[in-house]
């Protein structure tokens, strides 16, 4: 495996337990993925490697900024693509995105599923504000982090 599969790897599975944890993914994460993407990239291609990352950051973050204005993705989602971006390049993180969007579908559609049953078998109860919000949300982490390692997988 390449050192640009184990960065992915290493990101992903940080990302994933702190969204899962904390229903939020802590700066530092995304900011490694950066800073790990443009030393990969810069040290694949000098210069050429460079324009790579930071075309790549800017289409990480533009790619789902739309899911994010209008209030479906948290912050750390797409600073954690905008991450991804520099490690993967501009057409790679296009790929993965797709990737992204097809897992993150299946997710959903899990968790919604699950949520339903759990319902239907628990009866209604009186929540607090806190765990409405944290029941009404879906970290999308894991589809990210599948996503970008399905875009690897099938590169390779």
Known sequence: MSIQVWIAILVGLAAMIDDLARRQIAN???????????????????????????????????????????????????????????LLGFQQVLVAALWIGAVGGVLAVGVLGVRALTRALSGTKVMTEKQVERQDSIPYAPAIALGVWLSLAARV
């Open 28 to 86: 530092w994460i995304p900011l490694a993925a950066l800073a790990a993407g443009f030393g990969w990239q810069i040290g694949q291609s000098g210069l050429r490697g460079l324009m790579y990352a930071g075309i790549g950051t800017v289409a990480g973050f533009a790619v789902f900024l739309i899911f994010y204005l209008l209030g479906g993705m948290g912050g750390g989602d797409i600073k954690l693509m905008a991450g991804f971006g520099a």
